[in-house]
Nanobody, 124 residues
Framework: QVQMVESGGGLVQAGGSLRLSCTAS????????LAWFRQAPGKEREGVSC????????LYTDSVKGRFTISRDDAKNTLYLQMNSLKPEDTAMYYC?????????????????WGQGTQVTVSS
């Protein structure tokens, strides 16, 4: 059974950092393309970052370039999103995903497996 479970969200002040984790079961993260999406209230789900199954390249939407880093730990079968210099506009529910095409812009309808989401709130 395929499952993806996110953790690491929370409330942080602007300029702070968070690291999101997404632990997968039922498949190996090293074998599929991986991605992070986010969705703010009243807005469409937005692709944030993706990683090719080989580990490279890693791609980012323009608004997070230089601040966010996607990575994975194959031994732990876990995907990460390190978020630095957080801004209030980064506030959203963040979702990990697997099994879609590794190309920007990410289209959520093309991704197969999803986590349940973890809330990130950045206060000003």
């Amino acid at each position: 059974q395929v499952q993806m479970v996110e953790s690491g969200g929370g409330l942080v002040q602007a300029g702070g950092s968070l690291r999101l984790s997404c632990t997968a079961s039922g498949f190996a993260v090293k074998d599929v393309h991986l991605a992070w999406f986010r969705q703010a209230p009243g807005k469409e789900r937005e692709g944030v970052s993706c990683m090719h199954w080989s580990g490279s390249p890693t791609l980012y939407t323009d608004s997070v370039k230089g601040r966010f880093t996607i990575s994975r730990d194959d031994a732990k079968n876990t995907l990460y999103l390190q978020m630095n210099s957080l801004k209030p506009e980064d506030t959203a529910m963040y979702y990990c995903a697997a099994g879609g095409p590794s190309a920007m812009p990410l289209r959520h309808e093309e991704w197969v497996y999803w986590g349940q989401g973890t809330q990130v709130t950045v206060s000003s």
